[in-house]
């Protein structure tokens, strides 16, 4: 069996970055791109998204597809390989590194793990519809709140903890109002995040809907509001809105190397020496949302795989194997 140079797993910006920069490097990375791990689908969270308008060097904006698609053809055009399915197993106790899908099975030097994040959902009745369609839906109000559609509108924000609070503070710069709608009576944040928050109540930019479930999304083509159910009261009642974004974590997609590769308690990638893309294990590296529970963007994203395979050559090269 030929030993390939680099594998990368994961096909968003930080996997499609990191099969340029090592494709233009002469590696002949083969990526698997996956095929439905996590949720996902091959190009990652950004398949699910319309209006990309924060990605340096789309001015007039660019759909989360169309952005991928420009992706995967300019790794393409350097001569990455794609293997449309997801990885099943890694095996790094052993060198070089095995890699199984469904129907490969490769060894490589180096591995480039890209494999992303999966935002957490609610689970009820037309969320994921309206999402995946555009109408109003989005586990993002960094990449999506700033959308003309949802300007001087009433938005809501599901969520108590410090990324629920940094989501609806960001939004309060572009919506007419933004509803906290959150399933107990006080928040999980940080002191500081909830200093931020009553400022912004009492400001009247902010409005807290305490003991408060979603049980619906309602609308047909676009977003008109959300059925709640009172945690105390068992009483329903519908918000208007026109806006929705669920904050309620997301899960990183690093089963494959958990108890292998050093994670934190939530299962993000550790990286021992930033800004280096290093785990703890010698010649696997991480880049994208697997190893940032903070950023989560799709820039920072292709930045890190930049640094990836910047990294993967680098170490390469020291080991003699190009």
């Known amino acids: 069996m030929d030993v390939e140079q680099v594998v990368i797993i994961g096909s968003g910006p930080g996997g499609l970055t990191a099969a340029i920069y090592a494709a233009r490097a002469a590696l002949k990375p083969l990526c698997f791109e996956g095929f439905n791990a996590g949720g996902l689908i091959p190009g990652g969270q950004l ?31 350097f001569g ?19 890699i199984r899908s469904e129907s490969h ?45 949802f300007r001087g509108q009433a938005l809501g924000v599901v969520g ?24 107990r009576d006080q928040l999980r944040a940080s002191k500081a995040m909830q200093d931020r928050f009553f400022k912004l109540v009492a400001e009247g930019k902010m409005e807290p809907v305490w003991n408060s479930v979603v049980l619906d ?10 059925r709640l159910k009172n945690t105390a009261t068992g009483a329903e009642s519908d918000l208007p809105l ?22 934190d308690e939530k299962g993000y990638i550790r990286l021992p020496h930033p800004p280096h893309s290093t785990t703890n294990i010698d010649g696997l590296f991480a880049a994208g949302d697997v190893a940032d529970h903070h950023y989560r963007q799709a ?9 990836a395979a910047l990294d993967a050559e680098r170490w390469l090269a020291a080991k003699g194997l190009i």
């Open 47 to 77: 398949m699910f998204t319309t209006e990309v308008e924060n990605f340096p060097g789309f001015p007039e904006g660019i759909l989360g597809p169309k952005m991928m698609k420009a992706f995967r053809d300019q790794a393409a055009r």
């Open 105 to 149: 099975t490769v060894q490589a030097h180096a591995v480039i793990l890209a494999t992303g994040a999966s935002a957490n959902w609610m689970g009820v009745p037309n969320e994921r519809r309206l999402a995946d369609s555009g109408g109003g839906v989005s586990a993002c109000a960094v990449c999506d709140g700033a959308l003309p559609m």
């Open 299 to 307: 820039v920072t994203a292709a930045g890190s795989g930049c640094m």
């Open 217 to 226: 999304v309602l609308g047909e083509k676009a977003l008109t509001g959300v």
């Open 80 to 98: 990455t390989r794609f293997v449309r399915e997801d990885v099943i197993e890694i095996d790094a106790k052993s060198r070089p590194f095995t």
């Open 242 to 263: 026109r806006g929705l974004f669920v904050a309620i974590g997301h899960t990183p997609n690093s089963h494959l190397v958990r108890g292998v590769v050093d994670c």
């Open 160 to 183: 108590g903890g410090d990324s629920a609070i940094e989501e609806a503070t960001y939004l309060t710069k572009f919506a007419g109002k933004v509803y906290l709608i959150h399933r």
